[in-house]
């Protein structure tokens, strides 16, 4: 089972479909600046130790200035951004917006990467945004008080942001473990300093211990666990379609422990995205 890559595949998505639901339960004890440090320091924590473990520490200056980059997009702005989106929408909206990252994906390969596009992209990139506009319409029409506009702003931009980030991953050289070590080292010291400007850190034990489940499900082992199912399968487009599972059963521990009503156009939307997102993948 071990040596299996659908095992290490299931178990990330099993791992990844509970963050959205581990998002609002923990940002009710703690707010998302503070949730993001304590993560993202579990995060490193974590990161380092395997790092240790596998004697995979390489320092250098690039090091230094790549982790500074990618730790100020990946960490530090992606997860305050999509946090403070979480914290104002309903967590099914929050997810599902914010799963449009890989559209915005094949959109920047297209422009930054200058890869050709062809019908196909074109209708994938149009089928994932027309889910996404149903599910901040759908559910704005669906509720009586409509919803958040700075929110849907929030999820929106983090999808962005998360694409930019791959964007330059793909340039990215460093060992994988290394480099998520210090990117979460860095991101957890950005955070740090703007709790200081800020003037404040608040937390109880409620809020402790959903970050350490976010930092651990979210930000560490879950990567390196997936990557290990990557890397072991030899159809790699069949294990890693297995990852478009994660949407639809973070949707069923949100309407089960959040009791959250699921909206139609959620699920709906939601289908159009993953649908986008498979007709548009290279």
């Known amino acids: 089972m071990l040596s299996s890559p659908y095992f290490y595949a299931l178990s990330a998505v099993l791992m990844w479909s509970t963050v959205a639901t ?3 339960l923990t940002l009710s004890h703690i707010d998302p600046v503070s949730m993001l440090f304590c993560s993202s320091a579990v995060a490193s924590v974590v990161l380092w130790g395997l790092c240790a473990a596998g004697r995979r520490c390489a320092f250098s200056r690039r090091w230094l200035y790549m982790s500074s ?3 100020f997009l990946n960490p530090f702005l992606y997860y305050l951004v999509l946090f403070q989106a979480y914290n104002r929408l309903p967590a ?3 997810q599902s917006i914010n799963y449009t990252w890989a559209i915005v994906l094949v959109i920047l390969s297209i422009l930054v990467l200058r890869q050709r596009i062809g019908i196909r992209e074109i209708a994938g990139v149009l089928l994932g945004f ?3 506009v149903l599910i901040s319409s759908g559910g704005a029409l669906l509720s009586p008080d409509g919803l958040d506009s700075v929110g849907l702003i929030l999820a929106f931009s983090s999808s962005f942001i998360w694409a930019t980030y791959w964007i330059l991953a793909m340039r990215d050289d ?3 473990i290394v ?3 210090g990117n979460f080292t860095m991101g957890a010291l950005y955070t740090g300093v703007f709790i200081l400007l800020r003037g404040g850190f608040t937390c109880n034990a409620g809020g402790i211990l959903g970050s350490i489940w976010i930092g651990l499900m979210e930000m560490g082992i879950t990567f390196l666990v997936w990557d ?3 890397k072991l399968a030899e159809n790699t487009a069949r294990v890693a379609n297995l990852i478009y599972l994660t949407p639809f059963l973070s949707l069923l521990l949100i309407g089960g ?3 959250e009503k699921i909206m139609v156009s959620t699920v709906a939307g939601l289908i159009l995205i993953v649908a986008g997102i498979l007709i548009a993948r290279r």
């Open 130 to 132: 027309s889910g996404a």
């Open 179 to 181: 480099a998520f070590a």
């Open 228 to 230: 290990r199912a990557l």
């Open 69 to 71: 980059l990618m730790g």
């Open 92 to 94: 099914q909206i929050a």
């Open 257 to 259: 422990v959040l009791s």
């Open 174 to 176: 460093r060992d994988r």
């Open 22 to 24: 581990a998002f609002k």
